[in-house]
């Protein structure tokens, strides 16, 4: 437990980490910090509340009232109060698919179809939250609206993309090499030729008033303002969100219940052809699915015949109706598979002959052989005339075929064209359809039907295919049933199909099948309306076809359909005596029994009238038994009596005409009755035939039921069946539905008894049945259930909401209806998985909640209950409305029937105590009500009970109504004086049994217990929702949408809403790891209900409500081991609470951080704690306004929490929370994204205000430095710039940047200090961080700056006036890794990066910081890599920073992210256009731009903050670094060139900063700023010229002087000109250009040698630049080479170190040539360097006095004397530091200087070498050297005396040798003297030289002059180069 308190005791801290620290007792802290933290410990305890712990809300509306805001409109206004227009109730208008509502044509109705029709009607009630869009589950910073926001982006224009491709850039700067050689005609190597190249070059563009002596007030001005203008000014529409799923506060708006269809197929019937024509021919088309054995479609009937065959029927068709003309439909297919097939069905006029004879002329008959036969096909014509003049009224069966439709869907689908012609056979010659389809089409697919499941039975996308049916089947007589229909269709998929064998009939039918179109024209629905869009009656019709669905659908009803479809199957009349034998069914549905009393209901087939009275089977020619396939399809009418019936009448038809013969002769009737016991018979039926016409009053009675004297067939047995289906929206098909709504609609209209099947049901009974046929809701079918799910749901709130009365009884059914509702949402819930949303809200509940549910009798036209009401009858009692309520009544709603106060004491003063206090004692038994534990008096809402006593009150509380008879009249006469009669009673009753639904639903809720607690638990969600609406819905009719919040509930709701959210919260606590998923939904049920509630209820009630949640969950917390899940829990409750959409308002951000009223008046002072960093005294109002104190935790509520759930989970010290930090992360950034996207917040100064709730999230995040994702990481190690121990600033005394800092940002090894970590962690036990990922800290990262972006700038600088300097630097250190996080990464490399490659990083790297940044110099840097101690590397200078070392951490360049990455960009780069690549790297630019203004805005104030402090150098040189950082970076122009005006401001400011104190920076900036001014952007290159300009004079103002930035910008050239690959001379000589150009204009200094020590340190550098940019072209070249760093080497003349370097330079490589006298001297030269500056430094007599000593090796060697003014003094840091600047560097120079003597045989030199060395052996006494040194000069000196020949010291062969011609450039009309090894012959050297040359210009080019005469360069041909042969000297 000790543990487990521990973690409770680290977590609760106060404000920031240091009462954690002291708590924890681990506390390591500097001695500032510990006696602030005293400060902490004298505060009363009772008014710190540590961070785990909810403060107190504040009352909100009570602060909004006694705090009016001054500002009487504008946008701040909006920011005080909720708008106006808040919330809507909105009646909208159902949108009708049709013309013409699907309505019922009688006017007299059934109340139960009266409440259907309404229920299909009426309009929607929508509760709109008008501005809901704003809260941040809306958050427009998603993927798909960021796209908006971004357009009209500026470009942002990056070096990094301007520099172009490595082959085309080469090309461009050979090209400008050869014209910088071929400018001038000056003698080569002078300072007359660099000078000449410059003046040549054009400067870029001067920066205006630059020279002006600005106040610098004044130019911080004009900076601020050319920094603020044109920004962006929505910092998030820049940044990706985070990779989240749906966020969880994102509640979608529901679909609107519409009419269901599944996947919609167009059929075009096009033509019909048969070989011959003879007689017109009726097709329909159906669906079957043979799987499920399943008819699933209607029929269509379509007629193709002619004109002139449908003339032939014109004596018995009526017109044809329009309707009855169509030639397509569109099916829909709700569960598409393979197993559905397309049926076509024909049928011919009756003849006589069975169907076989009658299809032998369409088999034998050909069409080609008309012309043979056509006497044959004559006299066939004539009989078929006669036939249809006859028999045309009758159909026989004629031939079939079927089209398994998803072949032809998948083939279609499969093939290119833009439609398929398909033809079908099933020929014998050509083999089965089936056969062929499966070789063509299921052979190609199969493969991908087994990987893709029933993909392939998509409907929506395959192309459209016309198919050709070639083939049909006849019809067998005896094979007409559906089952041999699917024996048939079963059979067809077989390759050996048995039909294959059977004789087709050949015709040829065309149908098109497509996918149908989203809204086509001229469409029918099945009950004929018209579908909008209908331009023209006239045209003919598409018919959409009713779908049988093969598997039960579950959408509620919203249309009147009421169809009724009647199957006949078979009649068996074999033991029917007489003739019967072609027999038809006559069918009709009657409403009485009188012939005329049939309805023209039944629905035409093809080319006939719309409705009919009758219906006829088709005739089996001879068969007594025969089978139907008909299908006759009815209108039923709406409201069904005991009369209505169908009549089915059997004819024999003479198919021969014989004399007294009638044409049709009945043989027999039956019929069903519509009605049984009251509801739609319908189902299977096999029923007995009558012989004689039926009796008087048949229609009632079953036909089983044996009639008196009826003569039947076969006795009486069942001979006919059929089947009877019905397709209705009022009809529920289900009995417990059936008999719920009977009972329902009996209370309404107050019939009784009433008749449910066999029962009648007394008023007495009422009650009991109503209760069990409520219970047995549960056993319904699911189908019918959803299928009158919003009827079901309106009368169940009914019977909550008034109680009915019920033999002079209010009856109570609350519980019941309540019981009922949980247990049907349960059953959706469980059995619709498919359908919920995220949150586990079932799709179909969520759209009844928000489109139907109302409160009843709150229709917009009818105010006052009636039959425009929900059911709406006198019957229910009606006090809310009643107009006429009697005063003794006049109860005050809050204290209505369900609500009513208890154990009221006390005389009753007036009648609404007396009532309230009779219907406590008496009607309602509360006595354990939740707040009144303790008697009257009731608590105040913000103090509850504790969850486990209110558990048990919960379980206590009953609901007794006054159901008793005895309680009500004794009520009524205490009530009225006299026991009412049972009218008035009544009456009474009624008035006050009206309850409202919300309360009740609270009520019951609080109340329930057992299985129904639990599964209203499980589904809270639905419960939840149902409340918010009744509450909107009870405020809206009651006008109190605007009344003050305190008075719009009454305080008994609240109350059960308080106990209700404390047993919810105490449920998720206790359960959570148990039932996890119940819990998640629950939890977020609980925070979108809080948050619904936030918009109607008192909003400090519902803060109340907040805390008592946090406090139950905190209460759990400290007993947890593993307290993550519970947390993450509380995240999601929180981030829903806070999308409210005006989160901002309710967090009060116009207040002022005053201490609430409070008891203890020590709450201001407690907060002081928050702020313990000062030694100062803090502005107690600033600091409440940055820490998370308790005033801003009570005034800014929410965001408080937000807040400290973030200070809470990123507690480097919170065990187990770790993997929260992005999702507490993300919450804050999805908020602060949300804020900066929204409208209403647009105005800088609201902004100001939003930002002012997020102002301690700076100090935050300063805590969490040390964890936040290191953007500048290198390999090594994470070197990191904040770890330095408090102790390590106080040994500093002050100087702020130490070397642990330096090296650390520089990523180099920080010594390990003994203290551990950094200010404000406590890690004594050494624990390392954990860090955070790169996208989280990235995400802090950004809302940091977003904050400081729009918070107000004269608050944060009155806070940075309270930091210490320790924490202004921890900020610092903050805006340094910003910088890198949001660097560009560049258009090249813009492909995401895995995560892996954010580790990967070089040496070369780390080595580059270093020598930028780090703990060693630049200089020696270069004295290191000049001795190879960095082996192989090549210190990469800023230039080479990468365009990627970005965001994602640091990658060093291109080549190395394509190694690393290769794989990945090729996957991406097939995702990515080249159009979203440019976009992303648009965005990115724009970001790192905005970022980086941020952040020089920061340090702007951060600079005007501490400019009057006394420890401003400290902090200074903390902003320098950053400034440096950011230069260093891949940055815009735009951010450049403010930074460069920064920078400029800053050393204008603190020009000792620069040159005094920070060095190290100066040497760094003079590098950035070199860098830079070799841009290629002329923009760029201004600015940075301008700078260094500046940098120059502040120097020289100083002391007169510039050597020291002298120095550094030679040094930085050198480094900048010797690292970087795309270095460009041009653009650095412009930038010279532009230095010298302003020397010459600076007119104050015009007077002093400021000017000409300008002009010679840029022409030294010029010299330098061109000299280096050469040395690379001259590789090939060893002469030129040497050559060239010999005047490198004198351009650095001023830098003793580089100078140094370069003679060494060239010593090797004279060596490697074997040039010894060469090194040599140049060895000499460095000695005689080290010597003149250590003889300033030492004074020791034995050192030699400076280069005078050396004079008798060279007199060259003068050159090396320090005397000119500008040598900067070797004692000044830095400067001659290197090794060899010491004695004994000096003695190695001279030793290998005499060893390269004597390899070149000067042995008279050795000598002088050593003189210099001998006196300083000798006062070291050194005698093994000097031994050494003796043997050596009596080597040297006997080499002199033996000389056998004379030969052995011939020191060379020196050659002249001339160039002539402008290919050479500069060395045009040069002549040189080569040195060649000893005896060289002039051929040699000739051939030398040809080779090199020619293969340089090409040996056609190459022309060699032979004499040795002075040579005319007028003759020499321009265009060739010309050489002169050497000339031995």
Request: proline share 6%; with cysteine.
């Given at each position: 437990m000790a543990e487990r308190r521990a973690f409770a005791q680290k977590i609760?801290?106060?404000?920031?980490?240091?009462?954690?620290?002291?708590?924890?007792?681990?506390?390591?802290?500097?001695?500032?910090?510990?006696?602030?933290?005293?400060?902490?410990?004298?505060?009363?305890?009772?008014?710190?509340?540590?961070?785990?712990?909810?403060?107190?809300?504040?009352?909100?509306?009570?602060?909004?009232?006694?705090?009016?805001?001054?500002?009487?409109?504008?946008?701040?206004?909006?920011?005080?109060?909720?708008?106006?227009?808040?919330?809507?109730?909105?009646?909208?208008?159902?949108?009708?698919?049709?013309?013409?509502?699907?309505?019922?044509?009688?006017?007299?109705?059934?109340?139960h179809v009266r409440d259907c029709i309404r229920s299909y009607t009426e309009d929607w009630a929508i509760v709109i939250r008008k501005y809901h869009k704003l809260g941040t589950g809306f958050n427009p910073n998603t993927l798909d609206k960021q796209k908006e926001r971004q357009k009209g982006l500026p470009k942002q224009v990056f070096e990094s993309d301007e520099a172009p491709d490595g082959n085309s850039?080469?090309?461009?700067?050979?090209?400008?090499?050869?014209?910088?050689?071929?400018?001038?005609?000056?003698?080569?190597?002078?300072?007359?030729?660099?000078?000449?190249?410059?003046?040549?070059?054009?400067?870029?563009?001067?920066?205006?008033?630059?020279?002006?002596?600005?106040?610098?007030?004044?130019?911080?001005?004009?900076?601020?303002?050319?920094?603020?203008?044109?920004?962006?000014?929505?910092?998030?529409?820049?940044?990706?969100?985070?990779?989240?799923?749906?966020?969880?506060?994102?509640?979608?708006?529901?679909?609107?219940?519409?009419?269901?269809?599944?996947?919609?197929?167009?059929?075009?019937?096009?033509?019909?052809?048969?070989?011959?024509?003879?007689?017109?021919?009726?097709?329909?088309?159906?669906?079957?699915?043979?799987?499920?054995?399943?008819?699933?479609?209607?029929?269509?009937?379509?007629?193709?015949?002619?004109?002139?065959?449908?003339?032939?029927?014109?004596?018995?068709v009526p017109p044809a109706a329009i309707?009855?003309?169509?030639?397509?439909?569109?099916?829909?297919?709700?569960?598409?598979?393979?197993?559905?097939?397309?049926?076509?069905?024909?049928?011919?006029?009756?003849?006589?002959?069975?169907?076989?004879?009658?299809?032998?002329?369409?088999?034998?008959?050909?069409?080609?052989?008309?012309?043979?036969?056509?006497?044959?096909?004559?006299?066939?014509?004539?009989?078929?005339?006669?036939?249809?003049?006859?028999?045309?009224?009758?159909?026989?069966?004629?031939?079939?075929?079927?089209?398994?439709?998803?072949?032809?869907?998948?083939?279609?689908?499969?093939?290119?064209?833009?439609?398929?012609?398909v033809e079908i056979s099933t020929g014998e010659r050509k083999g089965s359809w089936s056969e062929r389809r499966n070789s063509s089409i299921v052979g190609r697919r199969s493969l991908e039907r087994t990987t893709s499941g029933d993909d392939t039975c998509n409907l929506t996308s395959f192309r459209p295919a016309t198919l050709t049916v070639t083939n049909f089947f006849k019809q067998e007589g005896d094979r007409?049933?559906?089952?041999?229909?699917?024996?048939?269709?079963?059979?067809?998929?077989?390759?050996?199909?048995?039909?294959?064998?059977?004789?087709?009939?050949?015709?040829?039918?065309?149908?098109?099948?497509?996918?149908?179109?989203?809204?086509?024209?001229?469409?029918?629905?099945?009950?004929?309306?018209?579908?909008?869009?209908?331009?023209?009656?006239?045209?003919?019709?598409?018919?959409?076809?009713?779908?049988?669905?093969?598997?039960d659908v579950y959408v509620p009803n919203t249309t009147y359909r009421n169809l009724l479809y009647i199957y006949p199957q078979s009649l068996n009349f074999a033991n029917r005596q007489g003739s019967a034998r072609n027999i038809t069914v006559k069918v009709q549905f009657m409403y009485g029994e009188d012939p005329s009393n049939a309805m023209p209901v039944i629905f035409g087939k093809s080319s006939c009238s719309e409705f009919s009275k009758e219906a006829y089977t088709a005739v089996v020619y001879h068969n007594r038994s025969p089978d139907f396939h008909e299908e006759i399809k009815v209108k039923l009418p709406a409201t069904l009596t005991d009369h209505h019936h169908l009549l089915f009448t059997f004819y024999h038809v003479s198919c021969q005409q014989k004399q007294n013969t009638p044409l049709e002769t009945p043989v027999g009737y039956t019929w069903i009755p519509m009605l049984q016991n009251g509801r739609l018979k319908t189902g299977q039926f096999c029923l007995p035939v009558s012989l004689e016409k039926p009796p008087q009053a048949y229609s009632v009675l079953s036909p089983e039921v044996p009639l008196p004297g009826m003569k039947w067939v076969d006795n009486h047995k069942g001979v006919f069946n059929v089947e009877v289906v019905a397709v209705s929206s009022i009809h529920t098909q289900d009995p417990y539905l059936d008999k719920f709504f009977a009972l329902v609609n009996a209370l309404d209209e107050h019939m009784f008894p009433v008749r449910i099947g066999d029962m009648r049901i007394m008023e007495n009974n009422l009650e009991n049945e109503l209760k069990s046929s409520i219970s047995a809701l549960n056993s319904s079918q699911l189908e019918p259930v959803v299928r009158f799910l919003h009827l079901l749901l309106d009368k169940l709130i009914l019977l909550v909401v008034r109680p009915p009365v019920i033999a002079g009884q209010i009856v109570n059914l609350g519980q019941a209806s309540f019981e009922a509702m949980a247990s049907i949402i349960n059953r959706l819930h469980k059995n619709l998985e498919g359908n919920h949303d995220q949150h586990g809200r079932n799709s179909l509940l969520a759209s009844y909640i928000y489109y139907v549910f109302r409160l009843p009798n709150t229709y917009p036209n009818s105010p006052s209950p009636g039959p425009g009401g929900l059911g709406g009858s006198v019957h229910y009692a009606t006090m809310a409305r009643s107009a006429v309520r009697p005063a003794s009544l006049n109860l005050n709603r809050s204290r209505s029937l369900s609500n009513s106060n208890p154990d009221i004491s006390g005389t009753p003063t007036s009648p609404d105590d007396e009532v309230r206090s009779i219907i406590g004692s008496k009607g309602l038994d509360r006595s354990n009500s939740w707040v009144n534990t303790g008697g009257p008096k009731a608590a105040p809402w913000g103090s509850n009970p504790s969850p486990s006593a209110e558990s048990t009150q919960a379980m206590d509380r009953s609901c007794n109504r006054m159901s008793s008879h005895t309680e009500t009249s004794s009520f009524l006469?205490?009530?009225?004086?006299?026991?009412?009669?049972?009218?008035?009673?009544?009456?009474?009753?009624?008035?006050?049994?009206?309850?409202?639904?919300?309360?009740?639903l609270a009520l019951q809720w609080v109340v329930c217990s057992g299985s129904v607690r639990e599964s209203a638990l499980q589904q809270a969600w639905f419960f939840f929702e149902l409340m918010v609406k009744s509450m909107v819905h009870h405020l809206y009719f009651n006008d109190k949408l605007d009344a003050p919040r305190k008075s719009r509930f009454p305080e008994r709701f609240m109350d059960d809403i308080a106990a209700l959210v404390s047993t919810i919260a105490s449920d998720i606590v206790s359960r959570f790891q148990k039932d996890t998923e119940m819990v998640e939904r629950l939890n977020t049920s609980l925070a979108f209900f809080l948050n619904d509630l936030l918009s109607v209820m008192d909003r400090g009630f519902v803060f109340s409500l907040i805390k008592t949640c946090y406090k139950q969950v905190s209460s759990k917390l400290y007993s947890l081991p593993n307290p993550s899940v519970l947390v993450s829990l509380r995240l999601d409750f929180l981030r829903i609470v806070c999308s409210h959409e005006h989160y901002v308002t309710l967090n009060l951000p116009c207040s002022l951080l005053t201490p609430p009223a409070s008891p203890s008046p020590s709450v201001s002072s407690a907060t002081s704690q928050s702020s313990g960093f000062s030694t100062n005294v803090q502005d107690q109002k600033i600091a409440n306004m940055f820490e998370l104190s308790v005033p801003f935790r009570q005034q800014h509520y929410l965001a408080g929490l937000v807040l400290t759930e973030l200070a809470v989970i990123l507690d480097p010290d919170a065990e187990g929370l770790f993997g929260l930090h992005k999702k507490v992360i993300n919450m804050v950034h999805n908020l602060l994204s949300s804020h900066d996207s929204d409208p209403r917040y647009s105005d800088p100064q609201t902004k100001a205000r939003v930002a002012m709730l997020y102002l301690p999230l700076i100090g935050i995040i300063m805590e969490t430095v040390p964890q936040l994702y290191d953007f500048t990481e290198t390999q090594n190690q994470r070197g990191r710039p904040i770890c330095i121990a408090p102790d390590d600033y106080e040994s500093e005394s002050g100087s702020m940047i130490s070397q642990t800092v330096a090296m650390a940002i520089a990523g180099t090894s920080v010594p390990q200090l003994t203290r551990p970590g950094s200010f404000l962690l406590t890690s004594s036990s050494g624990r390392q961080h954990t860090t955070f990922s790169a996208e989280s800290s990235r995400s802090l990262l950004i809302c940091l700056l977003w904050v400081l972006k729009n918070a107000d700038e004269t608050v944060l600088q009155k806070w940075f006036t309270d930091l210490s300097v320790l924490q202004l630097n921890r900020l610092l250190d903050l805006l340094y890794l910003c910088v890198s996080c949001f660097e560009y990464k560049g258009k090249k490399v813009f492909e995401r990066m895995n995560s892996l490659t954010f580790k990967k990083s070089k040496d070369m790297r780390a080595k580059l910081e270093e020598a930028i940044l780090g703990s060693i110099g630049a200089r020696q840097e270069m004295v290191r890599r000049s001795r190879g101690q960095l082996g192989t590397y090549t210190v990469a200078s800023p230039s080479e920073r990468s365009p990627s070392g970005s965001a994602f951490g640091s990658q060093e360049n291109l080549r190395w992210r394509k190694d690393m990455t290769h794989w990945r960009q090729n996957t991406e780069k097939l995702d990515k256009s080249r159009a979203e690549i440019e976009h992303e790297a648009l965005i990115d630019g724009n970001l790192a731009t905005e970022a980086n203004l941020i952040i020089l805005d920061t340090l702007e104030i951060v600079v005007q903050t501490v400019s009057?402090?006394?420890?401003?150098?400290?902090?200074?040189?903390?902003?320098?670094?950053?400034?440096?950082?950011?230069?260093?970076?891949?940055?815009?122009?735009?951010?450049?060139?403010?930074?460069?005006?920064?920078?400029?401001?800053?050393?204008?400011?603190?020009?000792?900063l620069l040159f005094e104190e920070e060095t190290e920076q100066c040497a760094d900036l003079c590098l950035r700023l070199l860098r830079h001014c070799s841009s290629s952007i002329s923009t760029i290159r201004s600015h940075a010229s301008a700078s260094l300009y500046l940098l120059m004079r502040q120097n020289f103002e100083i002391g007169n002087n510039f050597a020291r930035v002298k120095m550094q910008v030679t040094m930085s050239l050198s480094s900048l000109v010797g690292t970087s690959q795309n270095f460009n001379e041009e653009f650095l000589r412009r930038s010279l250009k532009t230095i010298l150009t302003y020397a010459e204009e600076d007119l104050e200094?015009?007077?002093?040698?400021?000017?000409?020590?300008?002009?010679?340190?840029?022409?030294?550098?010029?010299?330098?630049?061109?000299?280096?940019?050469?040395?690379?072209?001259?590789?090939?070249?060893?002469?030129?080479?040497?050559?060239?760093?010999?005047?490198?080497?004198?351009?650095?003349?001023?830098?003793?170190?580089?100078?140094?370097?370069?003679?060494?330079?060239?010593?090797?490589?004279?060596?490697?040539?074997?040039?010894?006298?060469?090194?040599?001297?140049?060895?000499?030269?460095?000695?005689?360097?080290?010597?003149?500056?250590?003889?300033?430094?030492?004074?020791?007599?034995?050192?030699?006095?400076?280069?005078?000593?050396?004079?008798?090796?060279?007199?060259?060697?003068?050159?090396?004397?320090?005397?000119?003014?500008?040598?900067?003094?070797?004692?000044?840091?830095?400067?001659?530091?290197?090794?060899?600047?010491?004695?004994?560097?000096?003695?190695?120079?001279?030793?290998?200087?005499?060893?390269?003597?004597?390899?070149?045989?000067?042995?008279?030199?050795?000598?002088?070498?050593?003189?210099?060395?001998?006196?300083?052996?000798?006062?070291?006494?050194?005698?093994?050297?000097?031994?050494?040194?003796?043997?050596?000069?009596?080597?040297?000196?006997?080499?002199?005396?033996?000389?056998?020949?004379?030969?052995?010291?011939?020191?060379?062969?020196?050659?002249?040798?001339?160039?002539?011609?402008?290919?050479?450039?500069?060395?045009?009309?040069?002549?040189?003297v080569y040195k060649e090894p000893a005896i060289t012959k002039l051929a040699e050297i000739s051939h030398r030289l040809e080779g090199f040359y020619g293969e340089r210009f090409g040996e056609d080019v190459l022309e060699v002059i032979k004499d040795s005469n002075p040579v005319d360069k007028c003759k020499l041909d321009p265009n060739k180069v010309w050489r002169m042969t050497p000339n031995a000297l």
């Open positions: 609760s801290r106060t404000v920031a980490a240091e009462v954690r620290k002291q708590i924890s007792g681990q506390y390591s802290g500097s001695p500032q910090l510990l006696k602030n933290l005293n400060v902490v410990g004298s505060i009363s305890h009772h008014t710190t509340v540590p961070l785990t712990e909810a403060v107190d809300p504040v009352d909100l509306e009570e602060y909004l009232i006694t705090h009016p805001l001054a500002v009487d409109s504008g946008p701040l206004r909006d920011l005080i109060e909720f708008p106006p227009d808040d919330i809507e109730v909105v009646y909208s208008p159902r949108d009708c698919r049709t013309l013409v509502s699907a309505v019922p044509e009688e006017s007299e109705m059934d109340p850039y080469q090309d461009e700067q050979d090209d400008l090499k050869r014209r910088s050689m071929s400018i001038d005609d000056t003698p080569r190597g002078s300072w007359a030729c660099s000078i000449f190249d410059l003046k040549n070059s054009l400067p870029d563009a001067l920066l205006p008033n630059l020279l002006d002596r600005t106040p610098n007030e004044e130019i911080d001005r004009q900076n601020d303002d050319q920094r603020k203008s044109n920004r962006h000014k929505e910092l998030f529409a820049l940044h990706p969100s985070p990779d989240e799923e749906e966020p969880i506060e994102r509640l979608s708006i529901p679909d609107v219940p519409k009419e269901h269809f599944g996947q919609r197929l167009l059929v075009k019937c096009l033509s019909l052809k048969f070989e011959i024509e003879i007689e017109p021919i009726f097709a329909s088309l159906a669906l079957y699915d043979v799987k499920e054995k399943k008819k699933i479609s209607e029929n269509f009937y379509f007629d193709l015949n002619s004109e002139q065959m449908k003339g032939l029927l014109r004596p018995h309707t009855t003309l169509a030639r397509s439909a569109i099916f829909s297919i709700t569960y598409p598979s393979q197993d559905v097939f397309l049926v076509i069905k024909l049928e011919k006029v009756l003849q006589q002959g069975d169907i076989g004879e009658c299809a032998e002329p369409y088999m034998i008959f050909k069409e080609a052989d008309a012309t043979k036969n056509k006497e044959k096909l004559e006299k066939l014509r004539s009989q078929a005339d006669q036939f249809c003049q006859r028999l045309g009224k009758y159909r026989m069966p004629f031939a079939w075929t079927a089209i398994h439709l998803m072949n032809i869907v998948s083939s279609a689908g499969s093939l290119e064209r833009d439609s398929t012609e007409l049933s559906d089952e041999d229909l699917y024996k048939f269709l079963a059979d067809m998929r077989r390759p050996s199909s048995v039909l294959r064998r059977l004789r087709p009939i050949t015709a040829q039918l065309k149908i098109d099948i497509s996918p149908a179109p989203e809204n086509p024209h001229y469409c029918l629905t099945p009950e004929l309306l018209q579908v909008k869009l209908y331009p023209d009656s006239r045209v003919r019709p598409t018919r959409e076809i009713l779908e049988f669905p093969a598997r006469q205490t009530l009225t004086g006299r026991l009412p009669t049972k009218k008035g009673k009544e009456d009474e009753l009624e008035k006050l049994s009206l309850l409202l639904f919300h309360e009740e009057v402090t006394e420890s401003k150098e400290s902090i200074l040189g903390g902003v320098l670094k950053v400034l440096l950082h950011s230069m260093a970076c891949n940055q815009s122009a735009v951010y450049l060139q403010h930074c460069f005006a920064t920078q400029r401001a800053l050393v204008s400011k603190f020009p000792e200094l015009r007077e002093t040698t400021f000017p000409d020590q300008v002009q010679d340190l840029v022409f030294n550098l010029h010299m330098i630049l061109s000299d280096t940019v050469k040395m690379k072209e001259h590789q090939e070249d060893p002469e030129m080479l040497i050559d060239l760093m010999y005047r490198i080497a004198k351009g650095y003349q001023t830098s003793p170190d580089l100078r140094l370097t370069w003679l060494q330079n060239m010593a090797g490589k004279h060596s490697e040539r074997s040039n010894h006298a060469e090194a040599a001297q140049c060895l000499v030269h460095s000695a005689a360097l080290v010597a003149e500056y250590l003889s300033m430094l030492e004074d020791r007599k034995y050192l030699p006095v400076g280069c005078v000593t050396f004079q008798n090796i060279s007199s060259n060697v003068l050159e090396e004397s320090a005397v000119s003014d500008d040598v900067v003094s070797p004692d000044e840091e830095g400067i001659c530091s290197g090794k060899y600047f010491t004695e004994s560097g000096l003695v190695g120079l001279l030793e290998q200087a005499a060893a390269s003597f004597s390899m070149a045989g000067m042995y008279e030199a050795v000598n002088e070498v050593y003189k210099v060395l001998i006196p300083i052996h000798e006062a070291n006494r050194d005698a093994k050297k000097l031994s050494t040194i003796h043997g050596k000069l009596q080597e040297a000196f006997s080499k002199i005396v033996h000389q056998s020949t004379g030969w052995e010291r011939m020191f060379g062969t020196y050659f002249r040798v001339g160039f002539y011609g402008t290919k050479f450039g500069d060395l045009d009309e040069q002549e040189f």
